[in-house]
């Protein structure tokens, strides 16, 4: 089993930056990915960003230029720097990781409990 704990979530003004931070641990063989999605109010859980073990990114529109996602795959850890967060960046911040807890075991998904991110001024 493995498990995912996030950090650095909290209240920043329009315009501001925080960084998000989880880690992994447990019973870990192997991560093969890492990343951040989002949930706001009333609304569908999105992809914010992912990185693979080899280094390849993936973001939202909605964030590209902006968030910036990097993983420690000696600490099998993974962050996200938010610069120029928005009102609408509001949500809470779920980490995910495709890990196999052995080297018999397939890759499965693991999910944080998440983060909140309030952009309010």
């Known amino acids: 089993q493995v498990q995912l704990v996030e950090s650095g979530g909290g209240l920043v003004q329009p315009g501001g930056s925080l960084r998000l931070s989880c880690a992994a641990s447990?019973?870990?063989?192997?991560?093969?990915?890492m990343g951040w999605y989002r949930q706001a109010p009333g609304k569908q859980r999105e992809l914010v960003a992912t990185?693979?073990?080899?280094?390849?990114?993936n973001y939202a529109d909605s964030v590209k230029g902006r968030f910036t996602i990097s993983a420690d795959n000696a600490k099998n850890a993974v962050n996200l720097e938010m610069n120029s967060l928005r009102p609408e960046d509001t949500a809470v911040y779920y980490c995910?990781?495709?890990?196999?807890?052995?080297?018999?075991?397939?890759?499965?998904?693991?999910w944080g409990k998440g983060t909140l991110v309030t952009v309010s001024s």
């Open positions: 995910k990781s495709a890990a196999a807890a052995s080297v018999v075991a397939g890759s499965v998904d693991y």
């Open positions: 990185i693979t073990r080899g280094g390849m990114t």
């Open positions: 447990g019973s870990i063989f192997r991560i093969y990915n």
